[in-house]
């Protein structure tokens, strides 16, 4: 038997209750993971809430580590004892113990402990895809990322640095300004009493940035569009505050602009890749260019308050649930 947090209906966060499943034994090509730490990820906000629909009831969350207990006949990369993480697969992850199909669980390298791991599966991941992938970074450009102090900001804020990047982050508070600098965030934009293109424009001596990493959807999207230079780029890779629309004349008046809307989905396969995309995030964790750990825990069972927390903006970092 295990403890899973499950939902039967859209809604607030009071729809996540904790419940006792069954688990069975692997079927082939499967492994059973019993969780050492769950990642809880604003995308899981996004299937709570229907916004990315889910077939009900449903498990929640795709991101976790734990040590593999029992394999299915067939696998044979993964065994038994094996600490292991994921981030693509069934929802589900917000659970002490589940079956997995074994193709998306990733080995963690010694050196990297379960709770490091557990703030690095989908957000350093996503940090990679973003700078190594969508849009290459070569070092020496200045971008502007919005909510540089959140999960997947803390990380990407001390990527940029590595990279040689100058790093211009939103955030809401002074507090969070701090941390996102103190993480290689070269300058910040507290958007609670600054103008994000003034100081955008201030600080790029009026040439604007060539790209924008906006993560927060609705609220940013038309002071992205204006802190661009011509022929920038748009990535827009979230919808914190709520989804956005642009009709591509906009796009043409603002400087003949590129958007794009990537999903991990496309940037992970194959397996081989997604290996490789990984074996990059623990190296720059283990050649010591990104620290991170969770800055907030909560126990599986209070999901529902971690859920609260994360979409009030009272979080920072990486937010982590304990079975
Ligand atoms: N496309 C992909 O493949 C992909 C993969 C992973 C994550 N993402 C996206 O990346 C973003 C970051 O994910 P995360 O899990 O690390 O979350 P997060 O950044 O820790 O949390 C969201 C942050 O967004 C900011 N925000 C601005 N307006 C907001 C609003 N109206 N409501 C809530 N938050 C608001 C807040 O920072 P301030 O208080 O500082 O403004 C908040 O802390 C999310 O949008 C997520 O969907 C996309």
Redesign the pocket.
């Known amino acids: 038997m295990a403890q899973a947090i499950r939902f039967d209906t859209v809604g607030g966060p009071e729809v996540l209750r904790l419940e006792t499943v069954t688990v069975g034994e692997p079927e082939p090509g499967q492994a059973r993971v019993r969780h050492t730490g769950i990642a809880v ?3 899981d906000i996004y299937v709570r809430t229907g916004r990315y629909p889910a077939a009900l009831p449903s498990g929640l969350g795709s991101d976790a580590v734990g040590v593999v207990e029992a394999v299915g006949a067939g696998v044979v990369d993964i065994q038994v004892g094996d600490r292991v993480g994921y981030l693509i697969g069934p929802q589900g992850a917000y659970s002490d113990v589940r079956v997995m199909p074994a193709e998306v669980l990733i080995r963690l390298p010694d050196g990297i402990s379960d709770s490091t791991a557990a703030t690095l599966m ?2 350093g991941m ?1 940090a990679q895809y973003l700078f190594r992938q969508v849009y290459p970074l070569q070092g020496g450009e200045t971008i502007l990322y919005h ?1 540089a ?5 803390l990380i990407a804020c001390q990527w940029a640095r590595a990279l040689g990047v100058t790093m211009i982050g ?3 508070t002074d507090e ?1 300004a701090a941390l996102a600098q103190a993480n290689g965030c070269t300058h910040t934009i507290v ?1 609670s009493r600054e103008n994000i293109v003034d100081r955008v424009k201030q600080i790029t001596n009026g040439r604007g940035v060539p790209v924008v990493f906006d ?2 959807g609705k ?1 940013t999207l038309e002071a992205s569009l204006n802190c661009l230079q011509q022929r920038g780029t748009l990535v827009s ?5 709520g989804s956005v629309v642009i009709d591509t004349m906009t796009l043409a008046a603002k400087g003949s602009l590129w958007l794009t809307r ?3 989905m496309h940037y992970i396969m194959p397996r081989a890749h997604m290996l490789d995309m990984a074996a990059e995030v623990f190296d720059m964790v283990l050649s010591g260019k990104i620290h991170s750990a969770p800055s907030q825990t909560f126990p599986l069972a209070a999901a529902a308050d971690a859920h609260r927390a ?2 009030s ?1 009272q ?1 920072v970092g990486a937010t982590v649930l304990l079975p």
């Open positions: 990820n604003f995308i989908m957000k996503t909510a102090a959140g999960g997947v900001g939103t955030v809401s969070k958007t993560s927060v609220d890779n979230g919808t914190s505050s990537p999903a991990m994360l979409e903006r979080t």
